[in-house]
């Protein structure tokens, strides 16, 4: 599916494959060495918690920042590790960014498959459930997300660009649904923002009528915007899938989601 590589050596997940700003090839390495929970990342022996307070920049992916030191596009990493049930996690890299692959999450989900002896993936999320008491919105302009009180967690989106190919749609994902659906879904941009990074013909783009590649399914632009929900929301220091809450984003994109993290961490910091 995509050029990333994988291999376990002495107890760490190292993962190679190529990220999108760098234009090069990135290397992370996974080590279960916590011994609470959460995740951290390491740059240049710089610790990075993965937590709300650290973002630095969200406007077109999540970015976490410590010191002089910045990590990018966390968010797919985070969300796989989210829907895997993964945590006590240190994540060292060698550049400023993680491995991007084709814009999709299954390459993390591939590594974790082959290194669950030591990573410890949990599918159960009935146990040490948070309950979400009040509505929280976020707004900005035209774009708004909400999470509710709900049994369970689910996520829905609603989506209206002017293009062909989208247009208005809404699509919902829940607790129990396969993960994979999510996993899988690509990022997607114009051809012009993918264009400067060299990676038209790698990526997910839009064309002026059609996208450059078979989409999984109709809806997969949705699914995408589902999993950077929940890999932005787990900066909350809590596995969103383990919040009884629907979370409602209409147009919605990672400033908001973080501004909802930030609510979350208020509520439910450990």
């Known amino acids: 599916m995509t050029a990333t590589k994988w291999k376990i050596k002495n107890g760490v997940l190292q993962i190679h494959g190529k990220g ?3 234009k090069d090839e990135v290397t992370v390495l996974i080590n279960k060495e916590l011994k609470g929970p959460g995740i951290q990342f390491r740059l240049n022996n710089q610790i990075i918690p993965a937590l709300v307070h650290n973002v630095s920049n969200s406007n077109r992916n999540t970015v976490l920042s410590s010191g002089s030191q910045n990590i990018c596009l966390v968010e797919h990493f985070l969300a796989a590790c ?11 890299v060698d550049k400023s960014e993680l491995v991007f692959g084709d814009g999709s999450a299954m390459h993390w989900y ?10 410890e993936i949990k ?3 009935t146990k040490n459930r948070h309950a979400l008491i009040e509505t929280i919105f976020c707004k900005k302009e ?3 997300i909400v999470a509710i009180p709900h049994k369970g967690f689910k996520v829905s989106y609603f989506m209206d660009w002017d293009h062909p190919s989208l247009g208005k749609l809404f699509a919902s994902w829940k607790l129990g649904d396969d993960i994979k659906k999510l996993l899988r879904a690509r990022s997607f941009a114009t051809k012009e ?4 990074f060299g990676a038209s013909n790698r990526l997910l783009t839009l064309q002026e009528k059609s996208f450059n590649k078979s989409l999984h399914e109709p809806l997969e632009p949705l699914y995408h915007k589902i999993l950077d929900i929940v890999g932005d929301l787990s900066l909350s220091g809590v596995n969103p899938l383990s919040i009884n809450m629907h979370v409602i ?6 400033e908001l989601n973080v501004e909802l993290a930030k609510k979350l961490n208020n509520l439910f910091s450990r």
């Open 20 to 22: 999108l700003f760098s």
């Open 82 to 92: 989210s829907l895997n049930g993964l945590d006590g996690l240190t994540v060292e």
């Open 110 to 119: 591939e590594a974790f498959q082959e290194a669950d002896s030591f990573l």
């Open 123 to 125: 599918g159960d999320f």
């Open 142 to 144: 035209n774009k708004q």
């Open 193 to 196: 923002e993918n264009d400067y």
């Open 249 to 254: 984003g209409f147009k919605s994109g990672h």
